[in-house]
């Protein structure tokens, strides 16, 4: 496994690429892309950050954050977004592979 250096600079600006599972274009779709602004919108109501840039692509986005001073944690944030879209997608983005079922997720 990878040994990624992340810096964890309180209040910093960070640059993240997210990826859909297996690549999937599910960003295309208006509904996924709805889940995933309304579970943005949530978390920035928990825990605050500000989006400098966000450019979403059909199978991945990238997107640029501030933090608020004091705080680092971005991992706890996006947990919650993910976690928040593979759920509310759960039921429309389903793969059968060998009996089991495996949901698409971002």
């Known amino acids: 496994m990878p040994r990624y250096r992340r810096t964890n600079a309180a209040g910093g600006t960070y640059f993240f690429t997210v990826v859909s599972y297996r690549r999937q274009t599910i960003l295309c779709d208006e509904s996924v892309r709805t889940i995933l602004r309304?579970?943005?919108?949530?978390?920035?109501?928990?825990?605050?950050?500000?989006?400098?840039?966000?450019?979403?692509?059909?199978?991945?986005?990238?997107?640029i954050w501030t933090l608020p001073e004091g705080d680092s944690d971005f991992a706890t944030r996006?947990?919650?977004?993910?976690?928040?879209?593979?759920?509310?997608?759960?039921?429309?983005?389903?793969?059968?592979?060998?009996?089991?079922?495996?949901?698409?997720?971002?």
């Open 78 to 106: 996006w947990s919650i977004i993910k976690r928040k879209v593979s759920l509310a997608c759960a039921s429309q983005y389903k793969e059968k592979k060998r009996g089991q079922v495996h949901c698409m997720t971002i």
């Open 38 to 63: 309304n579970a943005i919108n949530q978390v920035r109501g928990l825990r605050p950050f500000t989006i400098d840039a966000w450019v979403l692509l059909p199978d991945h986005l990238h997107c």
